[in-house]
């Protein structure tokens, strides 16, 4: 289950799970912008190339806004960093980390917002522990298919 923490200028969101495939099969579809509804419920579309240094442009079911994060992380089948924002006034930092686990791979996924305006926006952001909770269920069948 996902788990949040927060403090005034820190909020936090982390699920993690365990995949039975490798992380070549999680980062594949982690990392496959045109598939992700496909197999993601938490997502409606992706445009953009997932690669290093590229802004996607990112539609959820929960929201009429396009999220429009950067690609600022590219580890291949190790880590992937999705941020969004300007610190220290207001920053969304997705971390997805894939750690080998025997023949499977530990999945973890990250939210963390954080800076100076986030008492006030704090209360206008749904609260993301059922969606991160669907997200892994979801990837973790995709992969396991």
């Keep these: 289950m996902a788990d949040k923490t927060e403090s005034a200028f820190s909020l936090r969101y982390a699920v993690s ?6 992380p070549s099969r999680v980062w594949a579809k982690l990392t496959d912008a045109k598939g992700f509804p496909s197999w993601n ?3 409606t579309s992706i445009e953009g ?6 802004k996607l442009a990112i539609r959820v079911p929960i929201s ?3 999220f429009t994060p950067k690609v600022a992380v590219f580890e ?3 880590r992937m960093v999705w941020r969004d924002g300007f610190f ?4 969304g930092a997705r971390t997805f980390t894939l750690t080998p686990e025997g023949a499977g791979t530990r999945f973890e996924m990250v939210e963390h917002f ?3 305006m986030l008492p006030m926006i704090k209360g206008s952001l749904p609260d993301f522990a059922p969606v991160f909770d669907r997200y ?3 990837l973790k069948k995709a992969c396991e298919a």
């Design 17 to 22: 799970t365990t995949v039975a495939a490798p």
């Design 41 to 43: 419920s938490t997502v």
């Design 49 to 54: 190339p997932i690669v290093l240094g590229q």
């Design 64 to 66: 009429d806004r396009v």
């Design 76 to 78: 291949p089948e190790t």
């Design 88 to 91: 220290p006034m207001f920053e």
């Design 114 to 116: 954080r800076g100076a």
């Design 136 to 138: 892994a269920a979801d």
